[in-house]
Protein backbone atom coordinates (compact mmCIF):
# COMPACT_ATOMS: atom_id res chain seq x y z
CA UNK A 1 0.00 0.00 0.00
CA UNK A 2 2.75 2.57 1.26
CA UNK A 3 4.31 1.67 -2.28
CA UNK A 4 1.54 2.17 -4.33
CA UNK A 5 1.47 5.52 -2.64
CA UNK A 6 5.04 6.19 -3.53
CA UNK A 7 4.27 5.64 -6.78
CA UNK A 8 1.07 7.63 -7.18
CA UNK A 9 2.78 10.42 -5.45
CA UNK A 10 5.73 10.21 -8.19
CA UNK A 11 2.77 10.06 -10.70
CA UNK A 12 1.28 13.30 -9.55
CA UNK A 13 5.20 15.08 -9.79
CA UNK A 14 5.33 13.97 -13.17
CA UNK A 15 2.04 15.55 -14.16
CA UNK A 16 3.05 18.52 -12.53
CA UNK A 17 6.18 18.65 -13.67
CA UNK A 18 4.73 18.49 -17.51
CA UNK A 19 2.13 20.87 -16.95
CA UNK A 20 4.69 23.15 -15.46
CA UNK A 21 6.49 22.69 -18.71
CA UNK A 22 3.89 23.47 -20.80
CA UNK A 23 2.73 26.86 -18.77
CA UNK A 24 6.48 27.64 -18.61
CA UNK A 25 6.73 27.07 -22.90
CA UNK A 26 3.37 28.66 -23.86
CA UNK A 27 2.89 31.62 -20.67
CA UNK A 28 5.99 32.20 -19.46
CA UNK A 29 8.59 31.74 -21.35
CA UNK A 30 7.27 33.35 -24.68
CA UNK A 31 6.38 36.70 -21.89
CA UNK A 32 10.28 36.57 -20.63
CA UNK A 33 11.51 36.20 -24.21
CA UNK A 34 9.51 39.16 -25.84
CA UNK A 35 10.34 41.12 -22.82
CA UNK A 36 13.99 39.95 -23.27
CA UNK A 37 13.78 40.64 -27.31
CA UNK A 38 12.48 44.22 -26.42
CA UNK A 39 14.75 45.20 -24.35
CA UNK A 40 17.20 44.47 -26.78
CA UNK A 41 15.78 46.33 -29.64
CA UNK A 42 14.87 49.38 -27.76
CA UNK A 43 16.72 52.56 -29.45
CA UNK A 44 18.17 53.67 -25.48
CA UNK A 45 21.30 55.66 -25.76
CA UNK A 46 24.08 53.36 -23.67
CA UNK A 47 23.01 50.18 -25.60
CA UNK A 48 24.06 47.88 -28.55
CA UNK A 49 20.71 48.59 -30.47
CA UNK A 50 21.11 52.47 -30.40
CA UNK A 51 25.06 52.30 -31.48
CA UNK A 52 23.97 50.32 -34.75
CA UNK A 53 21.23 52.63 -35.12
CA UNK A 54 23.35 55.70 -34.38
CA UNK A 55 25.95 54.43 -36.95
CA UNK A 56 25.33 51.89 -39.25
CA UNK A 57 27.86 49.57 -38.89
CA UNK A 58 28.11 48.22 -42.50
CA UNK A 59 28.22 50.44 -45.70
CA UNK A 60 25.53 49.46 -47.61
CA UNK A 61 26.02 48.54 -51.36
CA UNK A 62 24.91 50.78 -54.09
CA UNK A 63 25.46 49.54 -57.14
CA UNK A 64 24.36 51.40 -60.30
CA UNK A 65 23.74 49.83 -63.73
CA UNK A 66 23.11 51.88 -66.54
CA UNK A 67 21.88 51.45 -69.97
CA UNK A 68 24.06 52.14 -73.02
CA UNK A 69 22.42 52.85 -76.22
CA UNK A 70 23.85 51.30 -78.80
CA UNK A 71 21.73 52.90 -82.28
CA UNK A 72 21.43 56.56 -81.20
CA UNK A 73 21.05 57.70 -84.59
CA UNK A 74 18.31 55.00 -85.17
CA UNK A 75 16.24 56.22 -82.45
CA UNK A 76 16.01 59.49 -83.10
CA UNK A 77 14.83 59.20 -86.36
CA UNK A 78 11.81 56.36 -84.87
CA UNK A 79 13.24 53.74 -84.36
CA UNK A 80 13.08 51.09 -80.90
CA UNK A 81 15.64 52.05 -78.61
CA UNK A 82 18.43 49.23 -78.37
CA UNK A 83 20.25 49.25 -74.86
CA UNK A 84 23.07 47.51 -73.17
CA UNK A 85 23.52 47.26 -69.72
CA UNK A 86 26.74 48.26 -68.37
CA UNK A 87 28.22 48.00 -64.24
CA UNK A 88 27.77 47.09 -61.68
CA UNK A 89 29.32 50.73 -60.70
CA UNK A 90 29.79 49.80 -57.39
CA UNK A 91 29.79 52.52 -54.46
CA UNK A 92 29.78 51.92 -50.66
CA UNK A 93 27.17 54.38 -48.89
CA UNK A 94 27.85 55.32 -44.85
CA UNK A 95 25.23 56.52 -43.03
CA UNK A 96 25.48 58.22 -39.47
CA UNK A 97 23.02 59.83 -37.50
CA UNK A 98 23.27 63.56 -35.88
CA UNK A 99 21.46 66.09 -33.76
CA UNK A 100 19.84 63.15 -32.04
CA UNK A 101 17.22 64.53 -29.24
CA UNK A 102 15.02 62.19 -27.53
CA UNK A 103 11.18 63.25 -26.45
CA UNK A 104 9.51 60.65 -24.50
CA UNK A 105 9.16 57.46 -26.81
CA UNK A 106 10.34 59.47 -30.18
CA UNK A 107 13.92 60.50 -31.17
CA UNK A 108 14.69 63.62 -33.75
CA UNK A 109 17.76 62.77 -35.91
CA UNK A 110 19.34 63.91 -38.98
CA UNK A 111 21.27 61.01 -41.03
CA UNK A 112 24.76 62.01 -42.89
CA UNK A 113 25.39 60.10 -46.06
CA UNK A 114 28.58 59.40 -48.23
CA UNK A 115 29.21 57.79 -51.44
CA UNK A 116 32.68 56.14 -51.93
CA UNK A 117 33.57 54.21 -55.27
CA UNK A 118 34.52 50.79 -54.01
CA UNK A 119 37.00 50.07 -57.07
CA UNK A 120 37.69 46.75 -56.15
CA UNK A 121 34.27 45.30 -56.53
CA UNK A 122 33.71 47.69 -59.75
CA UNK A 123 36.39 45.58 -61.27
CA UNK A 124 37.35 46.07 -63.99
CA UNK A 125 34.69 48.78 -64.43
CA UNK A 126 35.95 52.43 -63.29
CA UNK A 127 34.33 55.04 -63.09
CA UNK A 128 35.51 56.98 -65.77
CA UNK A 129 34.57 54.65 -68.01
CA UNK A 130 32.19 56.14 -71.38
CA UNK A 131 28.80 55.37 -71.11
CA UNK A 132 26.21 56.76 -73.51
CA UNK A 133 22.49 56.79 -72.16
CA UNK A 134 19.70 59.27 -72.67
CA UNK A 135 20.43 62.91 -71.82
CA UNK A 136 18.34 63.18 -68.96
CA UNK A 137 18.81 67.24 -68.18
CA UNK A 138 18.28 67.81 -71.64
CA UNK A 139 14.53 65.86 -72.20
CA UNK A 140 13.83 66.87 -68.44
CA UNK A 141 14.63 70.81 -69.67
CA UNK A 142 12.49 70.50 -72.59
CA UNK A 143 9.71 68.86 -71.08
CA UNK A 144 9.55 71.51 -68.16
CA UNK A 145 9.82 74.00 -70.51
CA UNK A 146 6.49 72.50 -72.04
CA UNK A 147 4.77 72.79 -69.32
CA UNK A 148 5.21 75.46 -67.28
CA UNK A 149 6.47 78.31 -70.21
CA UNK A 150 5.18 76.52 -73.38
CA UNK A 151 5.38 79.96 -75.47
CA UNK A 152 9.73 79.60 -74.47
CA UNK A 153 9.66 76.73 -76.19
CA UNK A 154 11.29 77.93 -79.46
CA UNK A 155 13.62 80.16 -77.67
CA UNK A 156 14.92 77.49 -75.53
CA UNK A 157 14.97 75.36 -78.99
CA UNK A 158 17.47 77.95 -80.51
CA UNK A 159 19.62 77.92 -77.36
CA UNK A 160 20.21 74.38 -76.52
CA UNK A 161 22.87 74.21 -78.36
CA UNK A 162 24.92 76.73 -76.52
CA UNK A 163 23.67 75.10 -73.37
CA UNK A 164 24.70 71.63 -74.18
CA UNK A 165 27.74 72.26 -76.84
CA UNK A 166 25.82 71.15 -79.66
CA UNK A 167 24.12 68.43 -79.00
CA UNK A 168 23.57 66.13 -82.51
CA UNK A 169 20.96 64.16 -80.61
CA UNK A 170 19.28 63.55 -77.29
CA UNK A 171 22.04 61.78 -75.83
CA UNK A 172 25.03 62.37 -73.16
CA UNK A 173 28.43 60.78 -73.63
CA UNK A 174 29.48 61.15 -70.08
CA UNK A 175 30.82 58.63 -67.46
CA UNK A 176 29.40 57.56 -64.15
CA UNK A 177 31.42 59.39 -61.94
CA UNK A 178 30.33 63.04 -63.93
CA UNK A 179 26.64 62.06 -64.25
CA UNK A 180 26.19 60.64 -60.50
CA UNK A 181 28.32 62.87 -58.50
CA UNK A 182 30.83 65.04 -60.21
CA UNK A 183 28.30 66.57 -62.50
CA UNK A 184 27.75 67.47 -66.36
CA UNK A 185 27.98 71.21 -67.09
CA UNK A 186 24.84 73.40 -68.65
CA UNK A 187 26.42 76.48 -70.07
CA UNK A 188 25.06 79.65 -69.50
CA UNK A 189 28.07 82.28 -69.04
CA UNK A 190 27.10 84.66 -71.92
CA UNK A 191 25.66 88.02 -72.61
CA UNK A 192 22.78 86.42 -75.03
CA UNK A 193 19.73 88.02 -73.43
CA UNK A 194 17.78 84.82 -74.82
CA UNK A 195 20.02 82.53 -72.99
CA UNK A 196 19.63 84.30 -69.85
CA UNK A 197 16.17 84.36 -70.45
CA UNK A 198 16.45 80.49 -70.29
CA UNK A 199 18.57 80.04 -67.96
CA UNK A 200 16.53 82.31 -65.75
CA UNK A 201 14.05 80.30 -66.02
CA UNK A 202 16.32 76.74 -65.50
CA UNK A 203 17.57 78.51 -62.15
CA UNK A 204 13.85 79.31 -61.08
CA UNK A 205 12.29 75.55 -61.61
CA UNK A 206 15.30 73.71 -61.48
CA UNK A 207 14.98 70.40 -59.62
CA UNK A 208 17.28 69.36 -56.67
CA UNK A 209 19.30 67.63 -59.50
CA UNK A 210 20.62 71.07 -61.02
CA UNK A 211 22.28 73.72 -58.93
CA UNK A 212 24.39 76.86 -59.87
CA UNK A 213 27.83 77.21 -60.43
CA UNK A 214 30.54 79.97 -60.22
CA UNK A 215 30.48 81.59 -63.80
CA UNK A 216 26.57 81.61 -64.26
CA UNK A 217 26.82 78.06 -65.36
CA UNK A 218 24.49 75.11 -64.03
CA UNK A 219 25.74 71.86 -63.03
CA UNK A 220 23.40 68.59 -63.67
CA UNK A 221 24.27 65.33 -61.28
CA UNK A 222 21.85 62.42 -60.54
CA UNK A 223 23.01 61.87 -56.35
CA UNK A 224 25.15 64.69 -55.75
CA UNK A 225 22.38 66.07 -53.70
CA UNK A 226 22.45 63.00 -51.33
CA UNK A 227 26.12 62.88 -50.98
CA UNK A 228 28.23 64.08 -48.02
CA UNK A 229 25.03 65.78 -46.76
CA UNK A 230 21.58 64.61 -45.50
CA UNK A 231 17.82 64.68 -46.09
CA UNK A 232 16.17 66.55 -43.53
CA UNK A 233 14.79 65.47 -40.01
CA UNK A 234 13.43 62.44 -39.10
CA UNK A 235 11.42 61.01 -35.77
CA UNK A 236 10.86 57.68 -35.63
CA UNK A 237 9.53 55.97 -32.48
CA UNK A 238 12.34 54.52 -29.39
CA UNK A 239 10.30 51.16 -29.40
CA UNK A 240 10.88 51.61 -25.18
CA UNK A 241 7.60 51.54 -24.74
CA UNK A 242 6.22 49.12 -27.58
CA UNK A 243 8.65 47.50 -29.14
CA UNK A 244 6.52 46.73 -32.21
CA UNK A 245 6.70 50.20 -32.88
CA UNK A 246 10.62 50.29 -32.97
CA UNK A 247 11.65 52.52 -35.68
CA UNK A 248 8.48 53.68 -36.89
CA UNK A 249 8.62 56.93 -38.77
CA UNK A 250 5.85 59.59 -37.81
CA UNK A 251 7.41 62.74 -38.92
CA UNK A 252 9.73 64.25 -41.83
CA UNK A 253 10.89 67.39 -41.80
CA UNK A 254 8.12 68.62 -39.30
CA UNK A 255 5.69 66.96 -41.27
CA UNK A 256 3.42 64.13 -40.75
CA UNK A 257 1.85 64.37 -44.28
CA UNK A 258 3.52 65.05 -47.67
CA UNK A 259 2.82 67.74 -49.98
CA UNK A 260 3.53 65.47 -52.47
CA UNK A 261 0.72 63.58 -54.10
CA UNK A 262 -3.04 64.41 -54.69
CA UNK A 263 -4.22 67.03 -52.04
CA UNK A 264 -5.89 65.36 -48.73
CA UNK A 265 -5.15 61.74 -49.53
CA UNK A 266 -3.81 58.29 -47.79
CA UNK A 267 -1.12 58.66 -50.35
CA UNK A 268 0.66 61.33 -48.34
CA UNK A 269 0.69 59.47 -45.01
CA UNK A 270 4.21 59.13 -43.66
CA UNK A 271 4.79 55.83 -41.85
CA UNK A 272 7.33 52.95 -41.90
CA UNK A 273 10.68 52.33 -41.42
CA UNK A 274 13.81 53.71 -42.64
CA UNK A 275 14.53 50.42 -44.42
CA UNK A 276 17.54 49.55 -41.86
CA UNK A 277 15.82 48.77 -38.62
CA UNK A 278 12.53 47.03 -38.49
CA UNK A 279 10.54 45.74 -36.35
CA UNK A 280 10.35 42.62 -33.94
CA UNK A 281 7.74 39.44 -34.03
CA UNK A 282 7.40 39.23 -37.18
CA UNK A 283 5.07 36.32 -38.95
CA UNK A 284 4.16 34.84 -42.04
CA UNK A 285 1.21 37.40 -41.56
CA UNK A 286 3.03 40.36 -41.05
CA UNK A 287 3.15 43.57 -43.80
CA UNK A 288 6.87 45.93 -43.07
CA UNK A 289 6.12 49.24 -44.21
CA UNK A 290 8.97 50.87 -44.98
CA UNK A 291 9.42 54.88 -46.08
CA UNK A 292 11.39 56.04 -49.04
CA UNK A 293 12.65 59.61 -49.42
CA UNK A 294 13.61 58.77 -52.70
CA UNK A 295 9.87 57.95 -53.70
CA UNK A 296 8.37 60.05 -51.47
CA UNK A 297 6.16 57.93 -50.20
CA UNK A 298 5.62 54.37 -48.13
CA UNK A 299 6.16 51.09 -50.03
CA UNK A 300 4.52 48.12 -48.61
CA UNK A 301 6.15 44.37 -48.94
CA UNK A 302 4.49 40.89 -48.08
CA UNK A 303 5.60 37.79 -46.94
CA UNK A 304 7.23 35.34 -49.72
CA UNK A 305 8.86 32.44 -48.00
CA UNK A 306 11.07 31.23 -44.95
CA UNK A 307 14.59 31.43 -45.87
CA UNK A 308 17.97 30.43 -44.30
CA UNK A 309 20.75 33.07 -43.78
CA UNK A 310 24.20 31.88 -42.25
CA UNK A 311 22.47 29.09 -39.95
CA UNK A 312 19.95 31.87 -39.19
CA UNK A 313 16.07 31.31 -40.08
CA UNK A 314 14.23 34.40 -41.51
CA UNK A 315 11.32 35.15 -43.16
CA UNK A 316 12.07 36.66 -46.70
CA UNK A 317 9.39 39.78 -47.26
CA UNK A 318 9.04 41.50 -51.17
CA UNK A 319 7.18 44.83 -52.30
CA UNK A 320 3.82 43.81 -53.42
CA UNK A 321 2.69 43.61 -56.41
CA UNK A 322 0.04 46.15 -56.81
CA UNK A 323 2.59 49.15 -55.62
CA UNK A 324 3.31 50.75 -58.58
CA UNK A 325 -0.11 49.17 -60.21
CA UNK A 326 -2.31 51.66 -62.11
CA UNK A 327 -5.08 53.08 -60.60
CA UNK A 328 -7.54 50.93 -62.78
CA UNK A 329 -6.18 47.83 -61.40
CA UNK A 330 -5.18 49.08 -58.17
CA UNK A 331 -7.88 51.79 -57.08
CA UNK A 332 -5.77 52.77 -53.88
CA UNK A 333 -3.31 53.94 -55.66
CA UNK A 334 -5.50 56.46 -57.29
CA UNK A 335 -4.15 59.64 -55.09
CA UNK A 336 -0.68 58.70 -56.94
CA UNK A 337 -1.72 59.64 -60.01
CA UNK A 338 -1.03 63.61 -61.17
CA UNK A 339 -1.92 63.64 -64.19
CA UNK A 340 1.39 65.75 -64.76
CA UNK A 341 3.85 63.39 -67.08
CA UNK A 342 3.05 63.02 -70.82
CA UNK A 343 4.14 60.19 -72.49
CA UNK A 344 2.22 56.57 -73.02
CA UNK A 345 -0.76 56.81 -70.42
CA UNK A 346 -4.08 54.80 -69.71
CA UNK A 347 -7.22 55.99 -70.66
CA UNK A 348 -7.86 57.68 -67.27
CA UNK A 349 -4.44 59.89 -67.98
CA UNK A 350 -2.72 58.11 -65.28
CA UNK A 351 0.60 55.95 -66.25
CA UNK A 352 0.08 52.45 -67.01
CA UNK A 353 0.96 49.42 -64.19
CA UNK A 354 4.49 49.71 -62.69
CA UNK A 355 5.50 53.05 -63.67
CA UNK A 356 5.24 55.89 -60.85
CA UNK A 357 5.54 59.42 -61.97
CA UNK A 358 8.29 61.47 -59.54
CA UNK A 359 7.60 65.07 -60.83
CA UNK A 360 6.48 66.07 -57.33
CA UNK A 361 8.99 64.38 -55.62
CA UNK A 362 12.03 65.29 -57.58
CA UNK A 363 11.09 68.20 -59.15
CA UNK A 364 11.81 66.37 -62.45
CA UNK A 365 9.44 64.31 -65.19
CA UNK A 366 11.25 61.59 -64.19
CA UNK A 367 9.18 57.78 -64.00
CA UNK A 368 10.47 55.23 -61.58
CA UNK A 369 9.81 51.39 -62.43
CA UNK A 370 11.19 48.33 -60.84
CA UNK A 371 14.74 47.03 -62.93
CA UNK A 372 14.10 46.21 -66.51
CA UNK A 373 10.53 46.60 -66.10
CA UNK A 374 9.84 43.91 -63.81
CA UNK A 375 6.00 44.13 -63.06
CA UNK A 376 5.69 46.88 -65.56
CA UNK A 377 3.08 47.23 -68.21
CA UNK A 378 4.19 45.31 -71.33
CA UNK A 379 3.40 48.36 -74.11
CA UNK A 380 6.67 49.95 -71.94
CA UNK A 381 8.57 46.70 -72.32
CA UNK A 382 7.77 46.59 -76.22
CA UNK A 383 9.17 49.83 -76.51
CA UNK A 384 13.04 49.09 -76.21
CA UNK A 385 14.87 46.14 -76.67
CA UNK A 386 17.79 44.55 -74.60
CA UNK A 387 15.82 44.11 -71.14
CA UNK A 388 15.15 41.01 -69.62
CA UNK A 389 13.32 40.72 -66.09
CA UNK A 390 14.22 37.94 -63.71
CA UNK A 391 12.75 38.52 -59.91
CA UNK A 392 15.04 37.45 -58.55
CA UNK A 393 17.58 40.21 -59.74
CA UNK A 394 15.11 42.88 -60.16
CA UNK A 395 12.42 42.92 -57.18
CA UNK A 396 12.54 44.49 -53.60
CA UNK A 397 13.16 42.27 -50.81
CA UNK A 398 14.45 42.07 -47.12
CA UNK A 399 15.48 38.75 -45.16
CA UNK A 400 14.27 39.45 -41.64
CA UNK A 401 14.89 37.25 -38.59
CA UNK A 402 11.57 36.93 -37.12
CA UNK A 403 11.98 36.70 -33.45
CA UNK A 404 14.07 40.13 -33.28
CA UNK A 405 13.07 42.29 -36.64
CA UNK A 406 17.12 41.85 -37.66
CA UNK A 407 18.11 42.43 -41.50
CA UNK A 408 19.51 39.74 -42.56
CA UNK A 409 19.95 40.28 -46.09
CA UNK A 410 17.85 43.06 -48.43
CA UNK A 411 17.71 45.18 -51.41
CA UNK A 412 15.95 48.01 -52.33
CA UNK A 413 15.74 48.70 -56.21
CA UNK A 414 14.39 50.66 -58.87
CA UNK A 415 14.90 52.13 -61.92
CA UNK A 416 14.75 55.72 -63.74
CA UNK A 417 13.53 56.47 -66.23
CA UNK A 418 12.07 59.46 -69.00
CA UNK A 419 9.70 59.59 -71.93
CA UNK A 420 11.39 60.57 -75.07
CA UNK A 421 8.65 62.10 -77.42
CA UNK A 422 8.07 64.93 -79.95
CA UNK A 423 7.56 68.33 -78.20
CA UNK A 424 5.96 71.06 -80.75
CA UNK A 425 9.12 73.22 -81.78
CA UNK A 426 12.07 71.60 -80.80
CA UNK A 427 13.61 70.32 -83.38
CA UNK A 428 15.97 67.81 -81.98
CA UNK A 429 12.58 65.95 -80.79
CA UNK A 430 11.05 66.02 -83.84
CA UNK A 431 11.78 62.19 -85.40
CA UNK A 432 10.96 60.34 -82.30
CA UNK A 433 8.82 57.87 -81.33
CA UNK A 434 7.25 58.03 -77.81
CA UNK A 435 9.16 55.73 -75.55
CA UNK A 436 9.38 55.20 -71.70
CA UNK A 437 13.30 55.40 -72.25
CA UNK A 438 14.95 53.76 -68.98
CA UNK A 439 18.22 55.83 -67.91
CA UNK A 440 19.77 53.56 -64.97
CA UNK A 441 18.52 50.96 -62.33
CA UNK A 442 20.16 50.80 -58.85
CA UNK A 443 20.27 47.97 -56.43
CA UNK A 444 20.81 49.47 -52.70
CA UNK A 445 21.68 46.45 -50.31
CA UNK A 446 23.11 44.76 -47.18
CA UNK A 447 23.89 41.68 -45.98
CA UNK A 448 24.82 40.84 -42.30
CA UNK A 449 28.47 40.26 -41.77
CA UNK A 450 30.15 37.01 -40.07
CA UNK A 451 30.49 39.25 -36.90
CA UNK A 452 27.63 40.47 -36.92
CA UNK A 453 26.03 36.61 -37.19
CA UNK A 454 28.01 35.45 -34.23
CA UNK A 455 26.65 38.20 -32.06
CA UNK A 456 23.01 37.40 -33.09
CA UNK A 457 23.25 33.96 -32.17
CA UNK A 458 25.35 33.98 -29.16
CA UNK A 459 23.67 37.31 -27.25
CA UNK A 460 19.94 36.27 -28.34
CA UNK A 461 19.48 33.70 -30.35
CA UNK A 462 21.40 31.16 -28.67
CA UNK A 463 19.76 32.07 -25.13
CA UNK A 464 16.31 31.55 -26.67
CA UNK A 465 16.97 27.90 -28.24
CA UNK A 466 18.49 27.25 -24.35
CA UNK A 467 15.17 28.61 -22.52
CA UNK A 468 13.54 26.37 -25.09
CA UNK A 469 15.67 23.18 -24.73
CA UNK A 470 15.26 23.81 -20.65
CA UNK A 471 11.34 23.78 -20.79
CA UNK A 472 11.02 20.93 -23.06
CA UNK A 473 13.67 19.17 -21.14
CA UNK A 474 11.38 19.53 -17.96
CA UNK A 475 8.49 18.23 -20.15
CA UNK A 476 10.53 15.42 -20.76
CA UNK A 477 11.38 14.34 -17.28
CA UNK A 478 7.84 15.15 -15.74
CA UNK A 479 6.78 12.69 -18.94
CA UNK A 480 9.60 9.97 -18.05
CA UNK A 481 8.26 9.82 -14.20
CA UNK A 482 4.41 9.41 -15.06
CA UNK A 483 5.38 6.80 -17.12
CA UNK A 484 7.55 4.76 -14.78
CA UNK A 485 5.16 5.34 -11.99
CA UNK A 486 2.25 4.35 -14.24
CA UNK A 487 4.45 1.06 -15.18
CA UNK A 488 5.05 0.33 -11.30
CA UNK A 489 1.31 1.33 -10.13
CA UNK A 490 0.55 -1.69 -12.99
CA UNK A 491 2.83 -3.70 -11.70
CA UNK A 492 1.90 -3.56 -8.20
CA UNK A 493 -1.84 -3.73 -9.20
CA UNK A 494 -1.10 -6.80 -11.24
CA UNK A 495 1.01 -8.38 -8.43
CA UNK A 496 -2.02 -7.71 -5.68
CA UNK A 497 -4.34 -9.47 -7.05
CA UNK A 498 -2.06 -12.64 -7.50
Known amino acids: MKLQICFGLFLGLGIAACVLALISKYIVLPKTVNDEIGEAVALVNGTGAYDRWKTIPLPIIYKAYFFNVTNPDDVMQGEKPILQEVGPYVYKQYRSKFNIT ?5 LSYNEHQLFEFDENSSYPLTDSDA ?3 VNLPLMAMIATTEREVPPLLQVLDRMIPKIFNNPKDLFLTTTPRNFLFDGVILTCDTNDIALRIVCGVIEKLAPRTIVRRDKGNFKFSLLSYKNDTDEGTFVVNSGKTDPKMVGQLSSWNGYSMTNVWLANSSCNAIYGSDATIYAPFQTTES ?5 SVDLCRPVSLEYLEAIEYSGIDGLRFIARKSTFSSPQKEPLNECYCLNKTSGILGNDKCLLDGALELLTCH ?7 HPHF ?8 R ?6 PIPSKHQNYI ?8 PLRGSKRGQFNIFLRQVDKVSLTSGLNTTLMPILWFDEGVELSDEFVDQLKTQLLDNLRLLDIVSWAVFAFGGAICIVSLIALFCCWGAKKK
Open 102 to 106: EDGDT
Open 374 to 381: YLTHEVYQ
Open 383 to 388: GVQGLN
Open 399 to 406: DLQPNTGA
Open 363 to 369: GAPIVFT
Open 287 to 291: IVNTF
Open 131 to 133: IRI
